[in-house]
Every structure is written in C-alpha cells, then in structure tokens.
Nanobody, 127 residues
C-alpha cells in the first residue's frame, strides 16, 4: 500500500516556474515507480515524467523534455517535479501516481494504469 500527497500547484504567468512535491509513504516504497501525470477536462490524460524510486532512473514524455525535471529526496520521502518555462498549455491538474516497478513496462510508462493516485494539485498558467 502506498499513499501519495501532492502540493505545490498554483497560478503563474507564462514563462514562470513551479515545483510540485509528492510525499510518498507506505511499505517497500523503494520498489515502486512514481510518476507525474496531468489531466485537463476534455483532453486525454498525459504522462509527464516518472522515476524508479529506489534507483532514481528517470523517464520523460517528449512534451516535458528540456522544461520539466523529476527528482526525489529519499530522506524526505518526496518526489519533486520542477516545472520551468511554463506555457498556458501546461494548465492542468497534476497527479502523482505510483505502482510496483515490475508491473510497469518501461516502454509504456505513461499509458500504464497506475494503482495508486494522489489527490492532485492544480497548475494554472496565464498568458
């Protein structure tokens, strides 16, 4: 069982930055993949970034490369998503999700049906 709590969303102008945090708790969290997904009403869910919590290996959706960075601080049991050079199209509810690492195919991370979800944190970017 894994529990995820996000924070750090807010409203910013285009070009601005935000850092989202996801506190990860539960048993055997080193055995999990943790990812950030985003959802906008009327649009399909999008993958953003992911990492193997134990090893720290990271993965990015093409839309996030160069602007977003996923990282973790194991001492704080927290996964971060640094959002830079934000655009209005980045406006969405951002969710922290997790699943046992062996259930996630590396080639299909962002289409995986993650088992554990946080409550989400809203990011709004104005032009």
């Amino acid at each position: 069982q894994v529990h995820l709590v996000e924070s750090g969303g807010g409203s910013v102008q285009a070009g601005g930055s935000l850092r989202l945090s996801c506190v990860v708790s539960g048993s055997s969290i080193n055995s999990y993949m943790v990812a950030w997904l985003r959802q906008t009403p009327g649009k399909e869910r999008e993958g953003v970034a992911a990492l193997f919590y134990g090893a720290g290996r990271t993965f990015y959706d093409d839309s996030a490369k160069g602007r977003f960075t996923i990282s973790r601080d194991t001492a704080k049991s927290t996964v971060y998503l640094q959002l830079n050079s934000l655009k209005p199209d980045d406006t969405a509810m951002y969710y922290c999700v997790a699943d046992f690492w062996s259930r996630v195919a590396v080639g299909a991370i962002f289409s995986h049906d993650f088992k554990y979800w946080g409550q989400g944190t809203q990011v709004t970017v104005s032009s």
